[in-house]
């Protein structure tokens, strides 16, 4: 038989009731009505009055929630899981802990298995497969469990993962120079220009070029020691960038050299900039209009690299709401 209480509702009508249970037969609807009753699975709303049939029933029922008995609950919450949890959450809320179980107790067996404390860092989806066998979980839900538990996700001893660096190195020479570049096709024409056997772009020796990847870059950026190999971590190695000419692009630049400033020393590839400008000037390309919505709070740490003459031409492009692709650039012109 069906059950009322998966309706969801408070009350039912006795005809409702009575479809949807599936019962053709008034006698043995009532007989089951009566049952129902018993046992307290529902209950008659009063004022509804009776349906006039024999045996009589009301017209309306209340659909009456189970009673749970938290006992065992209460008792393992305070003597059954790891000391470390603080159960204050889920004493106070049970019907939240019931629903939680499975989650907790995968957590408190786990934290069982490491009495002194976990000792290896592991990335944050083989922690969650190794707690609770679902390598997403920690991203979707656990560390609402954790919080509730008053853990944080640095007590399991996580780290986030980021999206490898993709590079290409000519030599692995130290200290060298190293560009970013900001879109896939210039480096792609970097990299073959490289793979040529030369690396002198603009009178400049570039040993090793990395794909940024427009803002995605900041999310690699922050693990680039564990991305590379050791010689392009070098601390004196000189890290140039080169992107669009347009106010997102020096906005990149500026937010990614602002952000990392204790770590690495990164310069705008002015050579490189300066030839964009140039062949834009010389061969009087139509630049396109800029994309809309782009923030334009750009400050000076970039436009401070550059001479006069070419810091008035990056102002004028972005005055007249046009930029510079970094496309402009081709192998033929390295």
Known sequence: MKDLRKLNKKRIDTIEMQKYLGIEDYLEFASIVKDLEVKKVISPVASSKGNGKRPALYNRYNILQEEIDYSKYIEELHYGLDIRLNKTYYLKNLEKYIEDRDYVLSLSRFLKKHPEGIETELAVNERSFQVW?????????????????????????VYETTEPLPYYSFDKTTPQNVVIIENKDTFYSLRKFLLSGKNS???????????????????????????????????????????????????????LSEAFKDEVNLEPFVE???????????????????????????????????QDEYKKEILKVLKMDKYIPQEILTIEDF
Not at 214 to 228: A, N
């Open 133 to 157: 066998g679902k390598e997403k979980f920690l991203k979707k839900g656990g560390e609402r469990i954790l919080k509730n538990l008053g853990l944080t996700l640095d007590y399991l001893k």
């Open 201 to 255: 772009i603009f009178g400049v020796n570039i040993s090793t070029v990395i794909y940024g990847g427009g803002k995605t870059i900041f999310k690699s950026f922050k693990d680039f020691k564990l991305c590379v190999e050791p010689y392009l971590a070098h601390k004196d190695n000189k890290i140039l960038y080169l992107g669009d000419i347009d106010y997102e692009g020096i906005l990149i630049y500026e937010n």
């Open 272 to 306: 490189g900039y300066k030839e964009m400008i140039d062949k834009y000037l010389r061969e009087n390309i139509d630049l396109p209009i800029t994309k809309e919505g782009q923030n334009r709070g750009i400050k000076t740490l970039f436009l401070d690299y550059f």
